[in-house]
């Protein structure tokens, strides 16, 4: 079964508004991971966030984790139309075996 | 490098039909998975492969065997191909000495079973 799960599952938004979303998982974790997909082609990595850290910055891409929760939100700020992707929180199944993916936001930023 | 290279990009096969998606990687990864994602359930776990040799099963592996002969190279073989197998097939790899590292994917394999 899918370890973690994103809220919202679409979002819209304007161009230079900031962009959140959300992760929540199910078991405990040494690792989360954000990935982006554009349409029609494969995952890149963005973010890697360790369960001992709250917080991680790179660039645009603002990455908060809190363990007791067992949950992330992945902020975008100042979003441009080529953020316009789906995103998908990603953990370990056991130790560092194959990701399992949550079923991804679908964030479309309008021009 | 040239990553995680996989082919065919597409494919049409018939019902019953078998075929081998062909998966690559030329950074000495020693993990490597295979996902399917289809609209709405985001990627779901096939087989994977900790190194050459050893493979497991993850969360979907009816219908599929995988085998992994080198480092490199970690087909997918789909037995009899059903339409319940239309879906586009990533794979992916990664470094094992740490639990801390990022999955490197290939560009999809969109396969259509008719």
């Known amino acids: 079964s899918q370890q973690g799960e994103e809220d919202p599952q679409a979002l819209s938004i304007q161009e230079g508004e900031n962009a959140t979303m959300n992760c929540s998982y199910k078991?405990?974790?040494?690792?989360l991971q954000w990935y982006r997909q554009n349409s029609g082609r494969g995952l890149v990595h963005l973010i890697l966030?360790?369960?001992?850290?709250r917080e991680k910055h790179s660039g645009r891409l603002r990455v908060t984790l809190d363990t007791s929760k067992k949950s992330s939100s992945l902020l975008i700020t100042a979003s441009r139309a080529a953020d316009t992707a789906s995103y998908f929180c990603a953990t370990p199944r056991e130790g560092n075996t194959p990701l399992v993916f949550g079923k991804g936001t679908r964030l479309s930023v309008i021009a | 490098n040239a990553g995680v290279t996989q082919t065919p990009k597409f494919q049409v096969l018939k019902t019953g039909q078998s075929m081998t998606l062909q998966c690559a990687q030329d950074?000495?990864?020693?993990?490597m998975s295979w996902y399917r994602q289809d609209p709405g359930m985001g990627l779901r776990l096939i087989h994977y492969?900790?190194?050459?040799?050893?493979?497991d099963q993850g969360e979907v592996p009816n219908g599929y065997n995988v085998s992994r002969s080198t480092t490199e190279d970690f087909p997918l073989r789909l037995l009899s191909a059903a339409p319940s197998q239309t879906s586009v097939y990533f794979c992916?790899?990664?470094?094992?000495?740490?639990?801390?590292?990022?999955?490197?994917f290939g560009q999809g394999t969109r396969l259509t079973v008719v």
């Open positions: 078991t405990s974790i040494n690792n």
């Open positions: 992916a790899s990664s470094y094992s000495g740490t639990p801390y590292t990022e999955a490197f």
């Open positions: 950074m000495n990864h020693e993990y």
């Open positions: 492969s900790v190194g050459a040799g050893i493979t």
């Open positions: 966030i360790r369960s001992n850290e």
